[in-house]
């Protein structure tokens, strides 16, 4: 009985939405939100590339079609049954009596509910195959962390590069519709000073170096960038560094440009907070870090009290200054204080809850889904004061920063679902995702011209990054099948949850490099070419790869895990192992699983379809795989060699050379994947100021081919006089 009722619904919607020889959808809503006008205008995108057309309609007019209502609208539809349990981001859809009603809590919910109903048409516009629902998000804050090119925190080639793409408000438009589109509803933009581009500080007037025909060009340039955001119903966040001044307002006004806490710094700080928050009135909020420009290096360091009066005196005390109430995002990070933290937020006494942004896993969250370090002190120790007990007036998010691939596609769903739901906790309701050592703007990758290269921005080529983590922290439930339709939009040829599964396959390695080869700050780990250009303990002193000496042992990021050399003097000794530790074989052995896996998918996946895109990402996968060998194979040379020199046994010592000769051959087999695509790139400028190798600017795995064969000289360096026969 319900299916006949499912179907002859159905076909009541076929007959309101044809209308003679065309095809035509009403839809009705308030036209006074822009929010839901931009959301019609992708329907309108979508129907007419089936030949359908879109009637738009007031909302008190509402008589047929598709109609959409949020709680503040006074139509109040008689629906028999129908309850609100929305979120604020939430949204049903119904279908009753020949229409479709998409309800929300909120604008955002309704253009959610509108993105639903686009993607369960098809490709075809077909309306019969909506089907009704009500999806709440799982995490109510949902950002993208994207750093700013200008006053940048890591100045160097690799900010350089995208300065003119992130002044074209083309970009950012085909950023924010990325973002809505995957239920991002937050952009958080950092940099180190963000004043002297935004505002001519009343007072200080010239801390800024523009005239007033430039300084206007920028100011229209964030007007409109928030605005659009606004439109698309995304937040916008502007996070600083502390404690910073542009260089004009030091030589002008007699400060230092960094770590100046003069009261005349304080005052300036101060005033330009509120001045900000009062001249871009789209702007959602603002936020500091506890951090870097505060003495984190020499002998002035501040103390967790120091730091936390300063951001009360000067970000607070100029946003409770403001002729409006915004939100506050507190990063907790390096000697920070969760009591002393909490009672800035007290004084703060906003009308909505703080964001307090904590580092997961520090700047290597792709890595263990097990909280095993935070960066919210100086010893990376986790300092559960910041939500224990409860947060009443903030609430945590959880940064997932991501300084391991900058090059290769990614996106492996099972890792987002896991992540999310072994740490969803009532104090935790958001995240952040993004980098700090990686703007996804300009893509200076590819050698071009390339015929697989069809994309214009970074951000479309980790298309599926985005599209995993977005869909995923709104509804972790969300089914391959579903994840999988934007697939087959791209390449309709192919399986596409056969795709989706070889990705996530593939995807495992840089997360299995990072559980194992722990990192802490940024400059520590880059998985995806096998560096840490800083490690300050065990360093063998001639490039930033991380060579068999420097592998053995190595301290694990998860504890779960054993390193190499812990493992075999367990095994040499005769010690019983814990049956919940992960052996470095068997991750090894796991490793080379997925990775047999996803090439064996590959195989067939490859033969159909010709599409050059398509292409660029299989060699992506296949590049991700190899890189996998690699690292199974680095495990097996390390644990026979570390057996050689305990057990002093020659045969270990050949077992050892081996392997690295197996690694040695899918290195090369890396360098074929890559050397005819990629281009030497820029990597993160050493700013530390013990920088370990300040000739290292630019990454390709081509360079790195004689450190790889290195490893074969270290293991024949390592001779015995005692050989056991």
Known sequence: MQNILKLLCAFILLIFFSCGNSKTIHVSFNQGSSVLKYGVSKLEEHAQESGFVVRQNELDKANQGIIIITKNDSLNPKLEGYRSENKDDGYNIILNEGQIYIIGNSERGCLYGLFDLIEQTGTDCDISKVEAKQINPANAFRAVKINLPWSPYRPGPTNDVHLETCKDLKFWEAFLDMCVKNRFNAVSLWNNHPFPYMIRAKNYPKATPFNDEELAKWQDFYKTLFKMAKERGLETYLVNWNIVVSPEFAENY???????????????????????????????GFGTTLADWMGNWGDEKMTPEEREEWIKETIVEGIKNADRKVKFIHRAVLSGDPKLMREVIDYADLPEKTIVEIKFNWSHGHSTPNLSLTHSNDDGTIMSGFWDPNPGNFFIAWMVRNEDFFVLCWGDPEFIRDHINTNKHDYVQGYFIGSEGY??????????????????????????????????????????????????????????????KTYSLASKVPLNIATFYKGTWDLTLYSEGFL???????????????????????????????????????VHENIPLDKEMITPIELAERTKSNCDKSLGIIDSLEKQSNDPTFHSEIED?????????YFAEKIYAGVALKTYMLSKDIRDKETSLQHAEKAL???????????????????????????????????????????VEYDIEYIESIEYDILIQ
């Open 254 to 284: 007699g400060a230092k440009e960094y770590f100046d806490r003069s009261e005349l710094v304080k005052k300036y700080t101060r005033e330009s907070v509120t001045q900000l928050i009062n001249e871009y009135k789209d702007l959602t």
């Open 439 to 500: 703007i996804p703007a300009k893509d200076y990758s590819y050698i071009e011209p390339h015929p697989q290269k069809t994309w214009k921005y970074a951000f479309e080529k980790q298309w599926l990054f985005y599209h995993l983590w977005g869909r995923l922290l709104f509804d972790p439930n969300e089914k391959d099948s579903t994840l999988a339709n934007e697939i087959e939009k791209r390449y309709p040829a192919i399986d596409a949850l056969a795709f989706l």
């Open 532 to 570: 840490a250009p800083w490690q300050p303990d065990i360093e063998d002193g001639r490039s930033p790869f991380i060579s068999l000496q420097e592998f053995i042992d190595h301290e694990t990021l998860d504890k779960r895990y054993m390193n190499i050399g812990d493992y075999v003097t367990k």
């Open 621 to 629: 996968l296949k590049t991700w795989c190899y890189l996998g060998y």
């Open 665 to 707: 051959q899918h290195w090369n087999r890396i360098v074929e994947l890559t050397k005819t695509r990629y281009q030497i790139m820029p990597y993160v400028m050493m700013t530390h100021p013990e920088n370990r190798w300040p000739d290292f600017k630019g990454f390709h795995w081509k360079d790195y081919l004689k450190e």
